[in-house]
Every structure is written in C-alpha cells, then in structure tokens.
C-alpha cells in the first residue's frame, strides 16, 4: 500500500526519509525522546510532524488524571507522555506480530505507521481535568448530546492535517481515524476487509485489551506511588493473529484478568477517591456557573477553538476580575484552602439489585429529609454514583477473548473462569453511591436523609459505616 507520507513534507522536514528494503527508517530522520516509563522513544518523521503543532503541544497543558494530584500530588503527568507512551507501545505491538508472522499476516511499514500513528493521535480530543469535562461538566450543559472525546479527536486530526498542510496518504489518514474511535460507541463499520487486527491494538472495542491500558496502568501507579505487578510484556511477546483477530496463551489467563482487576483498582482508589471526586464536584459547579461568561462549552462544537482548552482554564477563572466569574472564584478558594464538599457516607449498591439501578439524584436524598429539622434544598447535596467494572459493564470481559493452547495448534477456544480458580469473582462490575454536603453545617442532616433513602430503598442501611459524629456536629 506505500507509504503513509506523500511526497512533500512539512516546511520544518520536507525531505521525506528513505526507506530501506526491509521497511526501517533512516535514523537520521528520527527523533529521540527520553520517557521515564518505557525509556528512549524513537519519533519517526510523520508523527513528528502532529507532534511539532500547537494542537498536539496542548497536550502538555492537559493532566492525565485531572485533578487527582490534588489527592496524589505526584499524579501530574500529562497526556503528552501518555500519547508518546501509546505510540511506542503501538509500533512494539505491531513489530511483535510483525517478527513472529510477519509473511502470514502481510504486515508491511503502512500498517506499522498507520498503528503508531493512530496510539499517538488517540487522546489528543480530551478536554479540561480528564474525563471530568467530558462525563461531569459537558453532559450538564449539552444534555442528550453524543459529544465524546474520540469523536473529537478524529476531528482535531483533520484540522491539523488541514491547518499545516501534512501531507499524508488518504487510506492512512482514514485508517487512523477508524482505530481511534474503534472502542467507542460512534465506531462505524471498518472500511478495511483485511487485517481488522490492527484495529484491536490501540483502542479495542472486541476485549478491550490494548496498549492504551498498558500504558495508562503502568504510569498511573508509578504517578501515585502504587505498586504494579501486571506485566504486558508477556502478552505482547505471546499474543497472535487467529482467524483475524488477536489471542493469547492460555497459560497468560491470569496475566489478563490481572490487567482488568488492576485497572478496577485504579478505579477505586484512585480515580475515584472519595477526596478526589468532591474537588471534581466542585469543579464541575465552579464550570457551570462560569460557563454563560467564557462560552466553554460553545468551544467544544469546534476543532479550531476547542484545542484552546486546557487545565489552565482554572487559573483564568481563579484570577478573572469579572464579577461574573465570582460565584466560580469563590468554590475555586475552596478548593485551594481545602474547604472541600464534606463527605457524608456511601454504600455499595446489592448485587442483585444493579442490574436495575438508577443513578440517585440530590432530588432523591432531599425527599428523605427528617421532619422539623434543618430544610434541605437540592443545592446543598452533591451526589457521586460511581461505576466500576472489568471494561465490559456486568459482563466478564475474559470471556470474549479466545486463547489457543500452543503455537503448534491452529485451535482458539474461549475459557470460563471456573476452569481456572474458584477464587475469581462471580460480579464484574460495582455501582457506589457517594453523598457530600455543599455546607459543613449540613453534614448531619444530609447523612440522616441518606439513611433514610437507603432504609427506604432496602429496607436496611446498606453503608458499612456511620458517618462520625464530630463530622455531623462541625459549624
């Protein structure tokens, strides 16, 4: 199929890299970067040319988990060195298949640059604090919307491509679009009829095993200082291509399933710490008031203004003279004095009572507020449901993987995790409950009201613990 890039480069590398017989690049045309998780990343010339624009350099702007680092205060690495983590991990996942059945499957340097490409260009449409601008801030003032960061991205792609005249192979360009959004509920049908495994590398909507996960996994416990023993090495030196589609050793069953379970950790302890989403609560309030004011969510419609959107918008509030930016200044000054919304209690909802669950809504809590005591309003409760599963909602995600026994055996087959331990869990996904009062003062009667609702909704209090009394009574 050729070569990604076309004829003519960009002003800064117009002289297009030669390429050897068997496909390598001439390394005088790479650039070397140094990353503290994978070591040296060799650039090669195409991607530098998204890497030197604006657009990508955003990225530098952008935390990769948000405002976590206000709870961890190592985790501020950035989506830059993730996007660069997930290039890398791309080209290696690819080059593996390449060295172990490269005749069998026609990999050639096209289907190299294309992988590499799209594990660069993935992330570059998040917005703001991580995904709390997608799921917290936009789904309030854009209800019914399908906006989505991966949608996003496939647009930023072509206005970069547009904005500075990179010169790039059409069916490339294409390609990578559909591998970005290719785990993401806009994905469309593939336009390639071969080969559709390169599509479960980098963002993997089949098992949702992909190098996005290696990388965020691994970085994100390095970041917050947690301990990490899964090691996606041994998937990516193990896995082949089966009748299109990747599988995996049988023998590495646990492998997989300590990458979902440990990605569910990361979950519970750390992206959704109870600290860390009353600051991302507020935030969200602080958004919402100051949105009319600085149109943020208008910038989110258009390519050409949203890459404008960092984590910088924080500080833009925080110090605007703007009268109408006082509401959002004040809950920002909350945030910095660690005046925070109190934590009132939580409860993890029965497990024979998920599948039906609906999200609880202050509204809900307000309306099991006790008599003749202090009048709640639905302003004064912040509420958290919380959602954590193994990447496949109730569903166990092993089971859509197929595995083979040996390298001899031209058989994949599927294994249920009765076959393997009975220590595995039976309930794949978690549904949490979170409630937190706006006002200090509030805290005993928001907790009382929780109670109640749970009482109401059970018939028992399903919280393991009482919220202290100290916290009830603080004015």
Not at 214 to 226: E, H, K, N, P
Not at 272 to 285: I, Q, S, W
């Amino acid at each position: 199929m050729g070569e990604c890039c076309g004829s003519e480069g960009s002003p800064r590398t117009r002289a297009p890299a030669p390429e050897h017989a068997a496909g390598s690049v001439d390394r005088r045309f790479l650039k070397q970067v140094f990353d503290n998780v994978h070591g040296s990343i060799s650039l090669d010339p195409l991607s530098l040319k998204f890497i030197d624009t604006e657009q990508f350099q955003r990225l530098r702007d952008l935390k990769q988990l948000g405002l976590t680092y206000m709870v961890y205060p190592g985790a501020v690495h950035t989506r830059f060195e993730h996007s660069l983590g997930v290039y890398r991990l791309a080209g290696e996942a690819v080059q593996c298949l390449r060295t172990y059945q490269g005749s069998e499957l026609d990999i050639d340097h096209f289907d190299i640059q294309t992988v590499k490409l799209a594990g660069l260009m993935h992330d570059i449409g998040h917005g703001p604090f991580s995904h709390l601008f997608e799921h917290g801030f936009l789904s309030q003032v854009l209800p019914g919307s399908n906006w989505s960061h991966e949608q996003m991205s496939v647009q930023l792609v072509d206005y970069i491509v547009d904005e500075h005249h990179i010169d790039i192979d059409a069916n490339c360009l294409k390609t990578v679009k559909e591998m970005i959004i290719a785990s993401s509920n806009i994905a469309k049908e593939k336009s390639a009829k071969e080969k559709l495994f390169l599509y479960d590398i980098v963002a993997n909507g089949r098992t949702g095993i992909d190098v996005d996960k290696f990388d965020y996994i691994g970085r994100d416990c390095r970041a917050c200082g947690l301990g990490c023993n899964f090691q996606f090495n041994r998937l990516l030196e193990g896995m082949r291509v089966m009748d299109n589609e990747i599988c995996y050793p049988a023998k590495e069953y646990l492998t997989i399933h300590k990458l979902f379970a440990t990605r569910a950790d990361l979950h519970r302890t750390v992206y959704t710490h109870a600290k860390v989403k009353a600051v991302e609560l507020m935030l969200v309030d602080a958004l919402l008031k100051a949105n009319d004011y600085l149109q943020i969510s208008s910038c989110s419609l258009d390519p050409a203004e949203f890459w404008k959107l960092d984590d910088t918008l924080l500080k833009t509030i925080e110090i605007a003279d703007s009268k109408k930016l006082q509401e959002s200044r004040d809950i920002i000054r909350r945030i910095r004095r660690r005046d925070l919304y109190q934590f009132c209690n939580e409860y993890a909802v029965p497990k024979d009572k998920i599948e039906h669950f609906k999200d609880i809504a202050p509204q809900d809590i307000i309306c099991c507020q006790a008599a003749g005591g202090v009048q709640l309003k639905e302003e004064d409760v912040a509420v958290s449901n919380v959602k954590i599963d193994l990447t496949r909602g109730r569903d166990n995600p092993i089971e859509s993987i197929n595995f083979f026994k040996d390298y001899d055996s031209d058989k994949k087959f599927s294994i249920s995790d009765d076959r393997i331990s009975c220590l595995l869990p039976t309930c794949y996904q978690d549904r949490i409950v979170r409630v937190y009062a706006k006002k200090p003062e509030l805290v005993e009667a928001i907790s009382e009201a929780f109670e109640n609702l749970q009482l109401k909704m059970y018939g028992v209090k399903k919280q393991v613990h009482e919220t202290p009394e100290k916290k009830k009574r603080r004015r």
